[in-house]
């Protein structure tokens, strides 16, 4: 199956930034045979968090759902760091989300809809993943959201 992400990724005016560093004792990707699992994804840029605080206080369900998006792209430069192109994702098998929710909110699907979503528009019915979105008490450097992806990647062929 061809999915043309990269391709995607362009025609939307979307340049893959630098991948983010870990910022613990742990490694940001990890490829096992044909699965890859991005650690948790921050939505920085520049080396700057987009956004910060709790979502339902500081920030919008709106602006989370464009950081979710943001950090989904995190996800996708980390993923692209273990293969030679996105048009080797088989498959988006599940996305993680975790929203710095204030006391009370209870719209973390809805700002998890912006990693779903983007997903979705670059690599079509690929694109569509199982998915769990949490809301918790703190995140680290105060992000608002943070997102984990599983993709498959395209079996090689057999002779």
């Known amino acids: 199956m061809i999915i043309n992400a990269e391709a995607r990724l362009a025609e939307m005016g979307i340049e893959f930034p630098e991948a983010p560093e870990a910022i613990g004792d742990y490694v940001p990707v990890v490829r096992y045979g044909n699965m890859i699992v991005t650690s948790g994804q921050l939505p920085m840029r520049d080396g700057k968090m987009t956004a910060s605080g709790k979502v339902g206080l500081d920030v ?72 769990i979105a949490v809301g918790v008490n703190e995140l680290p450097l105060n992000a608002a959201v943070e997102v984990v992806v599983w993709a498959l990647v395209e079996e090689p062929a057999q002779f």
């Open 60 to 131: 919008t369900v709106e602006e989370a759902a464009e950081a979710a998006r943001l950090a989904a792209l995190n996800c996708l430069t980390q993923i692209r760091t273990c293969v030679e192109s996105l048009d080797e994702i088989a498959q988006i098998v599940r996305v993680e989300g975790f929203v710095n929710s204030a006391d009370g909110f209870h719209s973390q699907a809805q700002v998890m809809n912006g990693a779903s979503k983007f997903l979705a528009e670059v690599f079509g019915e690929a694109g569509r993943h199982t998915r």
